[in-house]
């Protein structure tokens, strides 16, 4: 158990931000109409689309691939299960959503492909490794269709926390 959240905690450094990932643009309407709170909610107003790092063509082949590797257990439409944040009876974490509701746009591009590229199950969690059995190509190819299924709200935090990323790796 505490190995299963040591593997959320080290993936998701912004884990508590998660509370607000399921928050509908119109509830956000809502919340900033009800006064002291909309300082901390301004940052979750509707934002302009940000220009995606994928092509068409990407999320196409992408869509193929997820529905071979894993679709199995993250579900078809990427939902994944509606229990991932409960152990099961192996002690093992369910496949969670990679929609855009759960954690996964909260970890950077490179923190995505290494999850796929080596599982779970050094981490104490039950995802198989796919470093040899999927080129880097086809990992981004997936990731791209994993992220269309992300809205421009979440999409646009995303990317500046990838990009934060990127900067404090270049130092
Ligand atoms: C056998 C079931 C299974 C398959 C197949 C599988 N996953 Fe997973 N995935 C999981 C589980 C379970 C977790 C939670 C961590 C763990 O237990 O390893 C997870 C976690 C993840 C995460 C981290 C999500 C987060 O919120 O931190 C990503 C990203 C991911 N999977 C992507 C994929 C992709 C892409 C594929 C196909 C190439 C895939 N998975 C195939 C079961 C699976």
């Not at 959320?8 to 884990?15: E, G």
């Not at 409960?86 to 855009?100: D, F, H, M, S, T």
């Not at 990731?143 to 990323?165: C, E, F, G, R």
Request: with cysteine; charged share 15%.
């Amino acid at each position: 158990m505490k190995q299963k959240i040591f593997f959320y905690i080290s993936l998701a450094p912004v884990l508590v931000m998660s509370a607000c990932s399921d928050d509908s643009p119109d509830k956000n309407k809502t919340m900033v109409a009800q006064g002291p709170v909309s300082a901390i909610h301004k940052s979750m107003q509707p934002v302009a689309p940000v220009k995606r790092w994928y092509s068409e063509e990407q999320v196409v082949q992408g869509n193929q691939l997820f529905q071979q590797n894993c679709a199995q257990c993250h579900k078809p439409d990427a939902s994944g299960d509606p229990n991932w944040k409960q152990v099961n009876a192996e002690g093992k974490l369910p496949p969670p959503p990679l929609n855009g509701t759960a954690h996964a746009w909260h970890h950077p591009l490179p923190l995505l492909q290494q999850v796929v590229r080596r599982g779970g199950i050094p981490m104490g969690g039950s995802m198989p490794a796919f470093a040899d059995k999927l080129t880097t190509e086809q990992i981004n190819d997936i990731l791209a269709w994993v992220q269309s299924h992300w809205p421009d709200a979440i999409y646009a935090k995303w990317a500046q926390m990838n990009a934060q990323a990127a900067r404090r790796k270049q130092g």
